[in-house]
């Protein structure tokens, strides 16, 4: 008889479908990235990426207290200081908004949770770039690293488990895992942003740290149509010492998360980044799509790609959907 095979008998119901399934959905593969501005006393909306906004110290403790206790795997820190200047040393003063809010979440939350920090000068520099600028206007790479080196040490004292270096310097994972070695901060881990594309998926994030550039970071970032490239920075991240990597964006680089889970001894994280974000949101505001089915549909697919964990700014809410 005809058909001899139904694979339909595995969907028959809901509890089937569940005993079957391949991939799985967890809170704790889930990491919130949340923004603290200086010098405001409410929360800002940040307009582009709707439900997410730019915390106050206070504002922040209590979202960041709200996730944990929804299962979320870590929070991923972002600082956005009143005043910038050419090297961005809001980054490295100890009262900086991003260190004094480091404390203020590891104080509030122990280790109850990962606390992570954004190891990137892109916020507090006044040009907008990730690093320092040559005489030619160019970002110094060397330069840069000497500043990656002590701002990673400051988040490191401030307490933050991870480090996320974002500026994709050449030698920069080696550079900060040496500085803590050195101050004997050898429990504090490194997240490398290891493959970061220059996309055209960042506009939303821009606008939640104020950012300054002008220009782009193609000089830096890299090109969105290489994948052996992003595996060689995951194997020279790596050897630097890195004890996670990341993929950056995720939904447009699907096939590059799939060839790191492959190819790498450590865990692998993806960002699902502000435009994605700010995509679903603008087309379920419209009613073209069922908003909580395709948040947990996008999540899933990253994981399906080979991601260990995933940056995103469904994060609680997808937490609290999926106990």
């Known amino acids: ?36 501005a200086e010098g405001i006393d409410a929360p800002r909306p940040i307009s582009s990426m709707p439900g997410v906004v730019q915390h106050t110290r206070d504002t ?6 709200d996730a944990a206790n929804a299962g979320v795997g870590g929070l991923m820190l972002f600082g956005i200081p009143e005043t910038r200047d050419a090297e961005g040393s809001g980054a490295i003063d100890p009262d900086g908004i991003l260190n004094v809010a480091l404390r203020d ?31 030619d206007g160019g970002v ?33 994972v080696g550079v900060i895992r040496a500085a803590l070695d050195r101050a004997g901060r050898t429990d504090t881990g490194i997240l490398a942003y290891s493959a970061k594309f220059a996309s055209a998926f960042y506009g939303p994030f821009r606008e939640a740290v104020d950012s300054q550039l002008k220009g ?18 995951i194997e020279l991240d790596i050897a630097e010492g890195a004890d996670m990597v990341m993929v950056k964006p995720a939904l447009s680089y699907l096939d590059v998360i799939r060839a790191a889970a492959e190819a790498s001894p450590v865990p692998v994280a993806a960002y699902n980044i502000s435009g994605e974000y700010a995509m679903v949101e603008a087309a379920a505001a419209n009613g073209w799509l069922d908003r909580e089915r395709t948040i947990l549909e996008v ?13 995103t700014y469904w994060a609680a809410e997808a937490a609290a959907c999926l106990d």
């Open 1 to 36: 008889m005809f058909p001899e095979h139904r694979p339909r008998r595995l969907r028959t119901t809901p509890a089937m479908r569940r005993l079957v399934g391949e991939t799985t959905l967890r809170p704790r593969q889930l990491i919130l990235p949340m923004f603290v």
């Open 216 to 233: 782009d970071r193609k000089t830096y970032q890299q090109d969105p149509g290489n994948v052996r490239e992003a595996l060689r920075e």
């Open 299 to 311: 999540l899933t697919s990253i994981r399906r790609a080979g991601a260990d964990m995933i940056l």
């Open 60 to 65: 922040l403790r209590k979202a960041a207290v």
């Open 105 to 135: 979440l590891r104080s509030e939350l122990g280790d109850a949770t990962v606390l992570m920090a954004d190891t990137c000068l892109d916020e507090f520099t006044d040009h907008g770039h990730c690093g320092v600028l040559d005489a």
């Open 140 to 172: 110094d790479n060397d330069a840069t690293l000497r500043l990656y080196a002590e701002m990673g040490l400051a988040q490191a004292e401030a307490g933050a488990h991870l480090l996320g270096p974002s500026g994709m310097m050449d030698g920069q």
